[in-house]
């Protein structure tokens, strides 16, 4: 499923949680070594302490009950000889600046830019570069005793090398059958045999608020174990991906990725795959892939060494409650539908620019990134129903998708028109013929300049206006009905260059 969401938001920074996936340098670690002198050992030897126990008061009762928590020994003495090492070589281009007769330390883009700028742009001057070669590490899992392994896309991205780890010391050549980037999955092979595994249990059947654990080898350090809580699930991050993560408190740092998120039954739910962070270090933060998006990936691979995604065709952005008061919704939730690929199961569904995508087969659809969650796990030729809300009434409509990798046809173009009233503070007048012709735009107004609301929103001139309030528009009169019938707030569906986008601008 493919979907841009096209309002513009601040992007997390997002670090690969990878001691450099190929094009990132191996960080060290130093460890510190203290000689402490033995104590003897006591006569009788001491009873084990208790698990720690949490103290749980009941608001109703005031009861207060001694709550365990989670022994992970027997989870990781089961399933550790199953989570691998993974080194990966690659190579990397760069320029060979002291070869050419350069004082050592003298930056080659200098120089180069320094000629660029006194004899013009055309200037060219011949780059001499050199292989060189760079190093990263991961972690995985083993699935299949005859040695199928399950890691991150980004990990052995570029490889030309990659050598699996076991935890008893062996070491193996991978083969890589296949990765996909859109999930960040890749499935690894060993020649081996009765190899231990691990158990794969149903991320959907995973709580907000249940005990999880990750085991990898976090800056190399193999056989690393981690423990925390679910904190989220399907969520959506702005990195133009469609999983729907698991968000975690596990400490995952670089060299987890790849590596799996086990729950307390000792069932991998998760591939740990990205954290947030703004130093390049875990800060409470981690994402880890859904191992049920993961195994349609993974069989897939297998089978054909690629994978297939499916989408509805359609750009969506997020509901606001601005959106919401003009499209006279109780709540400012669902996936705004802005443009509609020409061709696409979608338009060939029924679907328009203005609707609101609330339900898929009966799921709710909270916020934009919800929808290609939703779809995530489809294939191309599924068919899906939807609940849509357009023209303040609930529609049904089913839509089979189609493969994301086929070529988009031309956008699909809803027009709509003018209006320039005192309300909005647009100057509008229609788009002439040549204008038609080059945007291929049959309708809609240009807006000539904004001010007032429509400015303080975002309305920008040199923009065309096609909707107000999911209704499409040609003429100024149908823009100042459309605004003369709104409440506090109206919605226009502005195309600006090749984009369409919904803009809400408020006018109570």
Do not use: C
């Not at 995952?252 to 799996?260: A, D, F, I, Q, R």
């Not at 729950?263 to 795959?273: C, D, F, L, P, Q």
């Amino acid at each position: 499923m493919h979907t841009d969401t096209v309002i513009t938001v601040k992007r997390l920074t997002l670090a690969l949680a990878a001691a450099g996936a190929i094009g990132g340098a191996v960080g060290a670690i130093a460890v510190n070594h203290n000689n402490a002198t033995a104590q003897a050992a006591p006569a009788v030897p001491a009873a084990p302490a208790p698990a720690p126990a949490t103290v749980v008061t009941s608001p109703a009762t005031g009861a207060v009950t001694a709550v365990g928590l989670p022994d992970f020994t027997q989870l990781v003495k089961r399933n550790g000889p199953a989570v691998v090492n993974i080194r990966v070589m690659g190579s990397t281009k760069t320029a060979l600046g002291g070869a050419r007769g350069m004082p050592p330390g003298f930056d080659e883009e200098q120089l180069f830019e320094f000629f660029r700028r006194y004899n013009g742009p055309q200037m060219q001057m011949p780059r001499a570069q050199r292989e060189r070669p760079v190093m990263g590490a991961g972690s995985g899992f083993i699935v299949s005793p005859d040695g199928i392994i399950l890691t991150n896309a980004h990990v052995v991205r570029d490889a030309s090398e990659v050598t699996v780890k076991l935890q008893d010391r062996r070491e193996y050549r991978a083969k890589v059958l296949g990765s996909d980037p859109k999930t960040d999955v890749a499935v690894l092979k060993i020649e081996a045999r009765n190899l231990p595994v691990v158990a794969i249990g149903r991320s959907s059947d995973l709580q907000v608020g249940e005990w999880v654990l990750a085991i990898g080898s976090p800056f190399g350090l193999e056989s690393s174990v981690t423990a925390g809580v679910v904190s989220a699930k399907g969520r959506s991050l702005p990195d133009d991906s469609n999983v729907p993560f698991i968000q975690t408190d596990v400490a995952v740092n670089p060299g987890n990725s790849g590596g799996p998120l086990f729950n307390t039954r000792g069932e991998v739910v998760g591939i740990n795959s990205q954290i947030y962070s703004q130093t390049g270090g875990y800060q409470g933060l981690s994402f880890a892939i859904p191992i049920d998006l993961a195994n349609r990936i993974r069989q897939q691979i297998v089978a054909t060494g690629k994978a297939q995604h499916a989408k509805l065709g359609v750009s969506v952005q997020e509901v606001n409650q601005a959106f919401a008061d003009s499209f006279q919704l109780e709540s400012p939730e669902g996936a705004l539908v802005s443009n509609v690929e020409r061709g696409g199961g979608a338009e060939r569904a029924g679907i328009k620019p203005g609707d609101v995508i609330r339900k898929v087969n009966g799921q709710r659809i909270v916020s934009s990134g919800d929808l290609p969650a939703q779809l995530s796990l489809s294939k191309p030729g599924d068919k899906v129903s939807l609940d849509i809300w357009r023209d303040g009434k609930a529609v049904r409509l089913d839509a089979t998708l189609v493969n994301a990798d086929d070529k988009v046809a031309a956008q699909a173009t809803e027009r709509a028109g003018p209006d320039s009233g005192a309300k909005l503070g647009l100057a509008l007048r229609p788009l002439e013929p040549i204008e038609r012709r080059q945007s291929g735009i049959e309708g809609g107004l240009v807006i000539e300049d904004a001010s007032g609301a429509a400015a303080s929103a975002g309305v920008q001139p040199g923009d065309v206006l096609l909707s107000v309030n999911g209704r499409m528009v040609s003429t100024v009169a149908q823009v100042r009905e459309l605004v003369g019938k709104a409440g506090k707030s109206v919605a226009l569906l502005i195309q600006r260059g090749g984009a369409k986008i919904f803009i809400p601008v408020r006018i109570g």
